[in-house]
């Protein structure tokens, strides 16, 4: 079998890589085409990797906090009455809904805003009332990242997020008070209603926006609370396979019954999920000019090598080189910087998001902190996830570009003519 580069091809293509400047070589423009190819190669791997590494906890901090569908009943009241609809036969429809195949779980809550306060300090929550045994159902809040107290404790006291700790200063075991505007009525109006509740347990689910918004009261509490007597606001629905939602929503609204309707967590964060793919493909796009951009310092080096080289060509050619063996000869060259500095890139890249958590660290400690703000991004940490798949598209379009390149002066080099390039020597 032949080999499709000779033995000789490889020595030649070996000795022009390693030639200094003032043999003819051009060593400087191979470092730096080298380094052009690495970087790129680098940054589009690293934004690669924080891209699914960012989806992945987004999505997982949705579905492991969050209902994968909720039903909520149809508003049917007279005009201008101000009650909600509310879902009076919840334990029955949860139990309807938890039998559908594909559904792990269904639970009734009720859910409200109030006025949180703590020793002068005050905070707005959104309280949801959930049975214990449906709270220690939920990944993000029964398996935190971090935790204080027990969720076994929740039933005599209120579960909140780690945020809101933080602002108004709690611990376990302090006494939260909390203030609804919707309280009893009386001849003189409506008074809030106020209540105090021991803190029992304090999560992390890893989301800024639920850790600084969410309580859990048990779902009597809660209806007590919220004048909900015997009845639910909405029923949380889990799936086992949240991506099938679409195929399993009907099957569950036949279940709940007439005059409800469900609201998946493609509905709630669609918009954002579609945002977060447009962005990806025109990253993509972005970074692959920026690969191009570095293949093209190998068509510079390469045409000076070639211009340089002339003398040796035309030697080579008299000798019986053919266009062939000149073509892959250069082709050597300019393929193995691009395939060096594709692997230097890959090496690069995939260290990046194997430790970008202590490399973050020392940016931020360098920077003097703040340089991730989660109150803004949603995220405690900047997340990456390293994928063969994204590794291996970037390897193959810096090998396509690079290899591609390649030809264009290798090919000149070729189809020198002997004569012309000895005439002068």
């Given amino acids: 079998m032949t080999r499709p580069f000779a033995s000789f091809e490889w020595m030649i293509a070996w000795r022009y890589l390693r030639a200094r400047r003032a043999e003819g070589g051009v060593s400087v423009m191979t470092w730096i085409s080298l380094v052009g190819v690495t970087l790129a190669v680098f940054a589009l791997i690293a934004t690669l990797a924080v891209r699914s590494g960012f989806r992945e906890e987004f999505v997982d901090t949705i579905l492991g906090a969050n209902a994968h569908v909720t039903i909520y009943p149809v508003p049917d009241q007279p005009a201008g009455n101000p009650a909600a609809a509310v879902i009076a036969d919840a334990a029955a429809m949860a139990d309807r809904i938890g039998a559908v195949p594909g559904v792990i779980r269904a639970a009734p809550l009720v859910r409200g805003q109030v006025m949180a306060t703590f020793q002068g300090r005050n905070a707005g929550i959104e309280v949801l009332g959930i049975a214990p045994e449906d709270l220690a159902a939920i990944p993000r809040i029964a398996s935190p990242e971090m935790a204080e107290g027990s969720i076994a404790d929740f039933p005599a006291g209120i579960a909140i997020g780690s945020g809101i700790a933080r602002e108004l200063g709690l611990s376990v075991g302090d006494r939260l008070r909390i203030i609804s505007p919707d309280g009893a009525r009386s001849p003189l109006g409506i008074s809030p209603r106020v209540s105090a509740y021991t803190v029992t347990y304090i999560f992390t689910a890893g989301r800024y926006d639920i850790d600084r918004t969410r309580a859990y009261l048990p779902l009597q509490e809660a209806q007590i609370f919220f004048n909900r007597d015997g009845v639910a606001d909405e029923i949380e629905v889990m799936l086992a396979d949240p991506d099938r939602v679409e195929e399993l929503v009907p099957a569950i609204l036949e279940a709940a019954g007439p005059m409800t309707y469900a609201w998946t967590w493609k509905d709630a964060s669609g918009a954002f999920l579609q945002a977060l793919t447009v962005e990806d493909n025109v990253m993509f796009v972005i970074l692959s000019v920026l690969v191009l951009i570095a293949s093209m310092n ?52 995939s260290a990046f998001a194997i430790w970008i958590d202590p490399i973050f660290s020392a940016v931020n400690y360098l920077a003097g902190g703040g340089v991730w703000d989660p109150s803004i991004r949603g995220l405690y940490r900047l997340p990456a996830r390293l994928e063969g798949g994204d590794v291996l598209s970037a390897v193959a379009l810096s090998l396509t570009l690079s290899w591609f390149v390649t030809l264009f002066p290798a090919r000149r080099a070729a189809r020198m003519n002997p004569v012309e390039a000895l005439r002068y020597e």
């Avoid at 080579?316 to 300019?334: C, D, K, N, P």
Wanted: charge should be positive; proline fraction near 0%.
């Fill in 298 to 349: 190998i068509i510079s080096g390469l045409i000076m090598l070639v211009k340089n080289k002339g003398r040796d060509i035309g030697i080579l050619r008299t000798m019986g080189l053919t266009e062939g063996s000149v073509l892959r000869v250069f082709f050597i060259v300019g393929a193995s910087i691009g395939t060096a500095g594709t692997i230097m890139g890959v090496i690069l890249g």
